[in-house]
């Protein structure tokens, strides 16, 4: 148990009579790193030199996607990045903006709800905003051919295009060869070989497990592992849902990736850290592992990450809360 230790924490601390009582849950917007709220701020005011300040000083091999995503999740980029982007001509930084912008904007219009439920002119505007993106992000992969964040947005816009699993993994393929371990082409990949993009879930778990394991202990990449469980879980009609986490096997999958990632001695607490401990203690409350679950829940401390609590709940704090209180009854 790495993780406690190295934190000073005690499992079941909040348990038994006379323990204190657990923090109140609350939402985490970000990692917490401070440049995601500069820039955020930055980018609400429309302030383009101190969004650029903050971007070009993380560089792309320290894995900027975060601060970009913070910018391209803000609402009326699309609107100030345009002269922007006609003043700055030959800039690859201003088209990475627009195109990531137009990326999310995309999906505002789609809207998260299931094909069925979308109409015709929401997909008109989704599709001709991924276009967009994609021509943009084509650019700046040109004109930069070593960042990585150009190929990732192409990984998203992609899905949204249904441009198919060949091409789909020809893009995944360009992000992580520039960077390998790169959490967020890989949950794009997980995600576009779901059974739900057109994959199945045999090839889901295949890739979950070959990316953590294939990894160096202490990465991020063994959230896939949860993440793949919990799709297969969220796929399942209710009382089949429940079956599945039970199983053992589904349990020891669990808990060979948390030794393999957050359990790990070389497990540091950076990136989408808190997103991976929210992810296991999901994944562990619903496979009745209880100690496992609350060993995650300490460690998140009560900060709540949107994803993957949003799966079970319009309001992820109160389905993290209501799992909590579970997991040490």
Known sequence: ???????????????????????????????????????????????????????????????????????????????????????????????????????????????????????????????ARLRQAEEWLYEVAEREPGWTSPWYGLQIAGRGLQVGQVV?????????????????AHQQQ?????????GSHEEMHAFARASAFG???????????AIAHIEQWLSLDPGEDAAYM????????L???ADHSYRHPDFVRRGAWLQLLNSFAMAFSLAGDHASARECFEATEGRVTEFPWHYMATDPAAAYTQRRAAAWR
Do not use: N
Request: glycine residues 8%; neutral net charge.
């Open 190 to 198: 997980l995600q576009q070989v779901c059974e739900k993009w057109s």
């Open 255 to 257: 808990a060979e990736a």
């Open 1 to 127: 148990m790495a993780l406690l230790r190295d934190w000073g924490l005690t499992l079941g601390r909040w348990a038994g009579k006379g323990s204190q009582r657990p923090p109140a849950a609350r939402m985490q917007q970000d990692s917490g790193d401070p440049d995601a709220w500069r820039v955020r701020v930055a980018a609400e005011a429309a302030d383009w030199e101190a969004v650029r300040e903050v971007l070009e000083a993380r560089p792309e091999r320290e894995d900027r996607t975060e601060l970009l995503w913070a910018v391209a999740d803000t609402a009326g980029v699309e609107r100030w990045i345009a002269p922007v982007l006609e003043a700055e001509p030959e800039a690859a930084l201003p088209r990475l903006v627009a195109g990531l912008r137009h990326v999310s904007w995309g999906w505002e219009a789609r809207t998260g709800a299931r094909a069925k439920d979308v109409s015709r002119e929401q997909f008109e505007v989704f599709h």
């Open 168 to 184: 789909a993994r020809r893009r995944f393929e360009a992000t992580v060869r520039r960077d390998p371990y790169h959490l967020g």
């Open 246 to 253: 039970r199983r053992p096997e589904v349990a020891g999958s």
């Open 215 to 225: 990894a160096p202990g202490g990465t991020l990449l063994g959230q896939l592992v």
